[in-house]
């Protein structure tokens, strides 16, 4: 149950578009639809912005979206905007019915 | 509105026992499983236990099996955590979340500290 890999931080600035690797093995993000991304402000629990992929909660914005290739999970937020600053985590169902996530990826809009 | 309270966080020994619970309310408890996540200070999410809707099924990570125990009483919508032989390293917000594989909802967290 090793965490998936996700970088400790990425910035952008307003308008850009920033996007978040999630990288796990075939026994998890590589053979699984089921990858989920979070988000976290401090203090705060976390909100579920993506499922199985690249589908978004009702509600979530569309500058929200994923995908995936082999066994790396990415979150794309075009249109940045200083709301968007916060925590994200990747998430995956893996083989021996468990979940685990990524480490986190601290977002910083300059 | 879905509404999800863990209780009984608080300080504890090493070596001890601890029983932290989630009152659910606002959709059908007893629908949905059901799951354990857990953040220590300043560190990331961490994946504790998740349990089927009729509490038949139930996982654990590695790093808890054997010490905790998850359960579920449907006709008080209540989810629970049985922490035993806790360690240091336990010490963190224990999050209630509801979801099968995508974890839908969250509760604000019960903080449980383990130390002497």
């Known amino acids: 149950q090793s965490a998936l890999t996700q970088p400790a931080s990425v910035s952008g600035s307003p308008g850009q578009s920033i996007t978040i690797s999630c990288t796990g093995t075939?026994?998890?993000?590589?053979?699984?639809?089921?990858v989920s991304w979070y988000q976290q402000y401090p203090g705060k629990a976390p909100k579920l912005m993506i499922y199985?992929?690249?589908k978004r909660p009702s509600g979530v914005s569309n500058r929200f979206s994923g995908s995936k290739s082999g066994n790396t999970a990415s979150l794309t937020i075009s249109g940045l905007q200083a709301e968007d600053e916060a925590d994200y985590y990747c998430?995956?169902?893996?083989?021996?019915?468990?979940?685990?996530f990524g480490g986190g990826t601290k977002l910083t809009v300059l | 509105e879905v509404q999800l309270v863990e209780s009984g966080g608080g300080l504890v020994q090493p070596g001890g026992s601890l029983r932290l619970s989630c009152a659910a309310s606002?959709?059908?408890?007893?629908?949905?499983?059901m799951h354990w996540v857990r953040q220590a200070p300043g560190k990331g999410l961490v994946w504790v236990s998740r349990?089927?809707?009729?509490?038949?099924?139930?996982n654990y990570a590695d790093s808890v099996k054997g010490r905790f125990t998850i359960s579920r009483d449907n006709a008080k919508n209540t989810l629970n955590l049985q922490m035993n032989s806790l360690r240091a390293e336990d010490t963190a917000v224990y999050y209630c979340v509801s979801g099968h594989v995508v974890l839908d909802y969250w509760g604000q967290g019960t903080l449980v500290t383990v130390s002497s």
């Open positions: 349990i089927n809707s009729d509490g038949r099924s139930t």
């Open positions: 199985e992929v690249s």
């Open positions: 998430c995956s169902y893996a083989y021996n019915s468990t979940l685990v």
């Open positions: 075939s026994s998890d993000v590589g053979t699984y639809n089921l």
């Open positions: 606002g959709f059908t408890f007893s629908s949905y499983w």
